[in-house]
């Protein structure tokens, strides 16, 4: 059970070059995030999923778009990449009980943007 | 909307000290309040948790208590170690159950 996965681990982008993360998860969770982390400022949520073939967007959702096509993953892009998005990313997954969503969380995506 | 607080960082302490890590929160409605911990290098690990008011969660050592009355939900220990070196999150699930994160609180565990 390898719980949730993300790729890569690390990227470096240049300046307006895209790329898409990706998250995996084999608990059959319903729900599904992404979040960002840098210093001094928490996790922000960026979008997140409901179900799968839903998304919404969350506390920082601009630059970035995700799609949920198939229930276990949930893709996160950058199409056009910005020293901004110099970033941790974390993704994480829920189930739907009982209205107290633990979130499981993945090793974390460490993005730099030059 | 809603929000969290924790106290500034770093805390740095010694072996066997007893610990406090202060976390307020706002909030509508009855959240479901939580610990995170970030061991160095890896992704959020549940601590604790407690989803209603003077529910106490506890695991590993560490305990917090739902206080209503002052919107808390302070993370104790009563002899941290080496190993509890980390960075602990405080985080509230609001009424569309999104996860909502305080700033986090680095710790470290001098031996």
């Known amino acids: 059970n390898a719980g949730v996965t993300q790729t890569p681990k690390f990227r470096v982008l240049k300046t307006g070059q895209s790329m898409t993360l990706l998250c995996a998860q084999d608990m059959n969770h319903e729900y599904m995030y992404w979040y960002r982390q840098d210093p001094g400022m928490g996790l922000r949520l960026i979008h997140y999923s409901v179900g799968e073939g839903t998304t919404a967007k969350g506390e920082v959702p601009d630059g970035y778009n995700v799609s949920r096509l198939k229930k276990q993953n949930f893709l996160l892009g950058l199409e056009s990449a910005a020293p901004s998005q110099t970033s941790v990313y974390f993704c994480?997954?829920?189930?739907?009980?009982?209205?107290?969503?633990?979130?499981?969380f993945g090793p974390g995506t460490r993005l730099t943007v030059l | 909307g809603d929000s969290v607080t924790q106290m500034e960082g770093p805390v740095t302490l010694s072996e066997e000290a007893f610990l406090t890590i202060n976390c307020t929160y706002t909030a509508t409605g009855y959240p479901s309040l939580f610990w995170y911990v970030q061991y160095p290098g890896e992704g959020l690990q549940l601590l604790l948790k407690?989803?209603?008011?003077?529910d106490k969660g506890s695991n590993k050592g560490f305990e917090a208590t739902y206080r209503k009355e002052t919107t808390s939900f302070h993370l104790e220990k009563g002899s941290v170690q080496v190993s509890d070196s980390a960075v602990y999150f405080c985080?509230?699930?609001?009424?569309?159950?999104?996860?909502?994160f305080g700033q986090g609180t680095r710790l470290t565990i001098n031996p």
């Open positions: 407690a989803t209603k008011a003077d």
């Open positions: 985080a509230l699930s609001d009424q569309a159950q999104k996860l909502v």
């Open positions: 994480a997954s829920s189930a739907l009980a009982g209205g107290l969503h633990e979130q499981f």
